[in-house]
């Protein structure tokens, strides 16, 4: 219920209601309206480096230092949703690097154990001495998913999965930015999180995608996600841009 209640989106918190209080959601990349919210009283910020569900919104160079500065300032926690970001994707191990800015708290999950479900919240020493009471699970620590995480953490670091998140992120970048068609309007992304922004309804082309065999998510009603395994063969990703080409030049 408190994640929930973080969660700015209103189909996600319908039905839900009523939700744990006390939360403010601001504009991303609005440095002036974050400094405007934040003061003494609040807790914690929580912010994406790149906004997932959002629609593929990566955080402009000073938003991260200011969210670290006001932080700072007032007392309030900085805690860095790197569940999509975290684990090479945006072409960093962990996304906050591009920003220089060092969270107190980082919530992981998806990617960590390649697929195996886990989750992870890491904390500054400071955070963690602050724990109190008793945070347990029935499937917390499991084994399987453990060893899963340590296998996929050893693969990530030793094959530099974030250069190749970086390089075959580029590439489509430059890619997908070139291409002539009627229905785009911005593409955007950092290393393998990408969104392409139509200028209408994104489902019929995820559908169009899926009869090609190339699974997209949208991302708001309008945004194709692109989130590919950071160890996808070239070939597979240059076919997988092939079909992204094909179904948006024709609208
Ligand atoms: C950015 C982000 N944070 C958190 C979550 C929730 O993760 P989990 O379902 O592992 O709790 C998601 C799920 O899609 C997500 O995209």
Known sequence: MGALSATWKKEFREGFEPLVPGFEHVPFNDTDALFAAVDGDTAAVILEPVQGEGGVHVAS??????????????????????????????????????????????????S?????????????????????GSHNSTFGGSALACAAGTAALEVVTREKLWERAESLGNLALERLRGLD????????????LLGIELKEKANPYVQALSERGVIV??????ILRLLPPLVIPEDQWTYALDMVSEVLRHG
């Open 61 to 110: 160079p000073d938003y991260l230092p200011a969210a670290r500065e006001v932080c700072d300032r007032t007392g309030a926690l900085l805690i860095l949703d790197e569940v999509q970001t975290g684990l090479a994707r945006t072409g960093r191990l962990w996304a906050s690097e591009r920003w220089g800015v060092e969270p107190d708290l980082m919530t992981l999950a998806k």
């Open 112 to 132: 960590l154990a390649g697929g195996v479900p886990i989750g992870a919240t890491l904390a500054s020493e400071a955070v963690e001495r602050a724990f109190k």
């Open 181 to 192: 068609s009627p229905v785009i309007r911005e593409v955007r992304g950092l290393g393998l």
């Open 217 to 222: 998510i949208g991302g708001g009603s309008t």
